[in-house]
């Protein structure tokens, strides 16, 4: 049974945009790429760079499906799953996510 932990309101994240947020050690970058509720959440940590920067990537659409674009090296992360386009053996955590009354949730 999963834990959630509440984050911050939906409305501290502009849309097309992410934040980074910190659950215990782990940094999570959560981005909600619309006006409506949905959220995503990955790991912030870009395995080709070892940097916190996924959260201030570029959201985009391709192939149907949302990805995030590393700042750095531009690599491709799908936000649903955290699969790397480009190297699938780099991809990154996942992290269910939710909004409830109005507050991003993140699944520990």
């Known amino acids: 049974m999963s ?16 934040v980074c947020a910190l659950i215990g050690e782990q940094q999570v970058a ?14 912030n940590i870009d395995p080709f760079a070892q940097a916190s920067v996924l959260s201030r990537g570029l959201i ?10 590393s700042p750095l090296k531009k690599q491709h992360f799908r936000l649903h799953d955290g699969y790397c386009l480009e190297d699938g053996s780099r991809s990154v955590a996942h ?3 939710r909004v409830v009354d109005g507050m991003v949730q993140v699944a520990a």
């Open 60 to 69: 985009a659409e391709h192939q149907g499906e949302l990805w995030v674009a």
């Open 30 to 43: 959560v981005f909600r790429p619309h006006a409506d509720e949905r959220v995503f959440a990955i790991s």
């Open 95 to 97: 992290f269910t996510s």
């Open 3 to 18: 834990q959630w932990i509440t984050l911050c309101p939906v409305t501290d994240i502009l849309p097309g945009t992410g």
